[in-house]
């Protein structure tokens, strides 16, 4: 098991935050229960994660820093500023003036002064209302980078986010906000894993200096029944006998070596324990050639974000469209 002073930390190139964590535990769940979220982060805490993330849309803000506040009281953690806490901005609240305002309910869920991360979850705009999932196609509007990238950067100069960021962003959503950004993101979280591996966004933010993290990096998100194809790979299937490791543990770790930070939701100690096991081994030459030629599949995108009935009147799909390879 790795101790939280074990785990490697990366610096983030924009913004003031503290070192990211190099491995983080994800708590979307859906339906969430509040005391579900809380006493798995607190085990999380136990076996040393110190990287959280979570976002308005989840419902697990509020389990999340009452987990937090109570390690803190229990002497698990020496502080709040021990803890990497992410949160996202939901698409209802995507607008200029309501930026600002939805950080401050988050932080107030949270129980916190700051977080350590604000991200857009979406490069999505949907007329304002009620933090709901999914939404209706019609009210989708034309995404304003300028007008809501500059209430993301009042939210960094407030210090309510320590560093800002975006996800889901392919390099075209990314071109857009770079040209009207002061302050440059310090992360883009979007899906990876060897089924799906992200080359042209990893490449683009290498170039920028933008932290890529990695939500669904054991191929989560399957949610019609239809199996999972990162822990259903013969080749990581394969490495990891050959390794006495785990599936899971063979493709967080290509991640890492691929310097990127993976996001894994567990709500099991057994694994949050193993999801840690990741930095004193590695991958051969051989095994990462292997991995290189898997063969590709997305499974998130935008359109999963809309009820399938009614239509685009104001944007177009492929605007929106986070795919991109």
């Known amino acids: ?88 901005l939901w698409c209802t609240q995507c607008h200029p003036h309501l930026v600002l305002p939805s950080l401050r309910e988050s932080l107030r869920n949270l129980q916190m002064e700051y977080v350590d991360l604000y991200l857009i979850h979406w490069p999505i705009n949907v007329k304002p209302g009620p933090t709901v999932y999914p939404v209706k196609k019609e009210d989708a509007v034309p995404f304003d980078f300028k007008g809501i990238w500059r209430a993301m950067e009042e939210c960094h100069r407030l210090g309510l986010a320590k560093a800002i960021g975006v996800s889901n962003f392919t390099t075209k959503h990314l071109d857009k906000l770079l040209a009207v950004a002061t302050i440059l993101p310090a992360v883009n979280q979007v899906e990876m894993n060897p089924v799906w591996q ?83 081994w590695k991958l051969t030459e051989e095994d990462r050639l292997k991995i290189s ?3 590709q599949k997305k499974t998130v995108t935008a359109a999963r974000l809309f009820y399938p009935d009614g239509e685009f009147t104001s944007v177009d799909l492929s605007d929106i469209e986070i795919q991109e390879e």
């Open 1 to 88: 098991m790795a101790s939280a002073s074990a785990v490697p930390e990366v610096v983030l190139r924009h913004g003031s935050a503290r070192p990211m964590p190099a491995v983080g535990m994800g708590t979307a769940e859906f339906p969430s229960t509040p005391e579900r979220t809380r006493n798995a982060v607190l085990a999380a805490l136990e076996v040393g994660f110190r990287h959280f993330d979570t976002a308005a849309m989840y419902g697990t803000e509020a389990p999340l820093g009452e987990a937090v506040a109570e390690a803190t009281r229990r002497g698990l953690l020496a502080s709040r500023e021990e803890a990497f806490v992410t949160t996202k």
């Open 198 to 280: 992200q080359r042209t966004v990893r490449e683009y933010c290498a170039v920028k200096g933008i932290h890529v993290a990695a939500y669904s990096p054991l191929g989560g998100q399957n949610w019609g029944g239809y199996g999972n194809d990162v822990m259903e790979s013969p080749v990581l299937d394969e490495i990891a006998r050959a390794k006495g490791k785990s599936i899971a543990q063979v493709s967080l770790r290509w991640i890492y070596e691929q310097g990127v930070t993976p996001i894994a939701k567990s709500y099991n100690k057994e694994r949050l324990k193993q999801n840690l096991e990741i930095f004193y």
């Open 293 to 295: 030629q898997i063969p």
